[in-house]
């Protein structure tokens, strides 16, 4: 099939989860078919978004957001003009880039989404991941036909190559001892202000258990020089009373050696899947994590500190007011708080079910609370048999890229067939 398919993201949590598994269904479905990826402006980038697509091997074109928005405001593409026949597939930012793309290609606007859709007069085909976003597009009124329950994509990019045995074997981690995963998550703020306070809580479990194994999941947006910055920059620790420590490398592995002596192995980003298969428990930040760990049935501690809020960089109002001078700090950590406060859950698993199936911290935290929790979870093999079970029930089964790639396939035929797009550009 000849055609465009232009797709828009944002960050490093949809990249992996959302459009890492599509691309390369796509691939397998519709080989002759252009992909474009074209990323838009957002405040939790990493900057490595373009690297880590091309990496991919897949023969995709990514646009950066600076060219993306060239291309919505003036209709100059960064390479050749797009074929006739095509579609916009939305998988990540705020969904008016969609909208612009469709009304800048004249593509139909197909939008993925975990949550609700925006522009319905603009939208082709909404692809939900599950009931509750299907419910709320219905109660909206908006028509059944344009309506489809594709199911939860981030199932789909959690793949594993090697049986737990064997990925210990590979990664050099006993068999005969317990595995906690530290996961300080791919967004730059993020890896900075919470990987000192996961080494603090390593720090806190190894006392109280001296054969425990710390692996560090390094994500691909994050490079090892962010990570040395995190552990050897004293304000990053200082703002969630965390822990140095320093890079070493041994054997052609990285480790990090905190303060007080506690050794975690880095486990880079190409045993991403298999490393996590062998945490007992993980300590991650809420995000897509929390989603691929729950895909894997592994136990987790989600932790939000809120120590220094005003350091999250957010969109929209609060995020300018925040930037005011002497006053937005301090209206910022107001805001931030209040609005942690209304959210409910934070780890994904833990919303689809509707109630608390693995521990979440919230908070001005004290790594000594967290790792209180942990090691409850750590001490309890019933426990942890039960969190993996509904963690398990909670996140679905494989099939949605493919579902996707089918609904894709068939508002192009319906486009060669010359049927008009349901889609007002107007």
């Not at 793949?159 to 074997?169: D, V």
């Not at 930040?285 to 592994?298: D, Q």
Request: charged share 20%; glycine share 8%.
């Amino acid at each position: 099939m000849q055609a465009d398919i232009v797709i828009i993201s944002n960050a490093p949590g949809e990249l992996a989860a959302w459009v890492r598994p599509v691309v390369g269904e796509l691939r397998r479905q519709y080989p002759e078919a252009r992909l474009t990826i074209a990323l838009v402006p957002c405040p939790y980038a990493s900057g490595r978004e373009a690297e880590t697509i091309r990496a991919w091997n897949l023969g995709i074109e990514v646009w950066s957001p600076a060219q993306t928005v060239r291309y919505l405001l003036s209709g100059r593409a960064t390479g050749e003009s797009f074929d006739s026949r095509g579609v916009v597939l939305f998988m990540g930012g705020d969904q008016f880039f969609g909208v612009l793309m469709a009304r800048r290609t004249g593509f139909p606007l197909l939008v993925y989404t975990e949550t609700t859709g925006r522009w319905p007069w603009a939208v082709d085909r909404y692809l939900l991941s599950d009931r509750t976003p299907y419910f709320h597009m219905r109660r909206r009124k908006v028509p059944p036909e344009k309506v489809s329950l594709v199911g939860n994509l981030m199932v789909d990019s959690v793949e594993t190559r090697h049986a737990p045995a064997e990925t210990r074997k590979r990664l050099k981690i006993s068999p005969d001892s317990m595995v906690v995963g530290l996961l300080p998550g791919s967004k730059p703020f993020k890896v900075l202000y919470v990987t000192p306070f996961l080494l603090r809580v390593a720090e806190l479990l190894r006392a109280e258990e001296p054969s425990l194994q710390f692996i560090l999941h390094q994500s691909p947006f994050t490079p090892l020089e962010q990570l040395e910055r995190a552990i050897t920059e004293p304000r990053y620790a200082e703002a969630t009373g965390g822990s140095l420590g320093h890079l070493a490398h041994q054997g052609g592995d990285a480790w990090i050696i905190t303060s007080r002596g506690c050794p975690i192995r880095i486990v880079p980003p190409e045993h991403q899947y298999d490393a996590m298969a062998v945490d007992d428990v993980a300590l991650t930040v809420p995000g897509t994590n929390t989603a691929e760990l729950a895909v894997l049935g592994v136990p987790q501690v989600v932790v939000l500190p809120l120590n220094r809020p005003e350091e999250i960089p957010l969109e929209g109002l609060i995020g300018r007011i925040g930037a005011i001078p002497l006053l937005g700090g301090w209206f910022k950590r107001l805001a931030i708080r209040h609005l942690a406060a209304r959210v409910g859950f934070t780890a994904l698993p833990n919303r689809r079910m509707g109630r608390m199936v693995t521990p979440e911290m919230v908070g001005v935290l004290a790594a000594e609370a967290v790792a209180d929790v942990a090691f409850e979870l750590l001490s309890s093999p019933e426990r942890r048999r039960q969190v993996k079970l509904d963690l398990l029930q909670a996140m679905g089964y494989r099939g949605a890229a493919a579902t996707v790639c089918q609904v894709v396939g068939e508002v192009l035929a319906r486009r060669s067939a010359g049927a008009p797009s349901e889609v007002a550009l107007e």
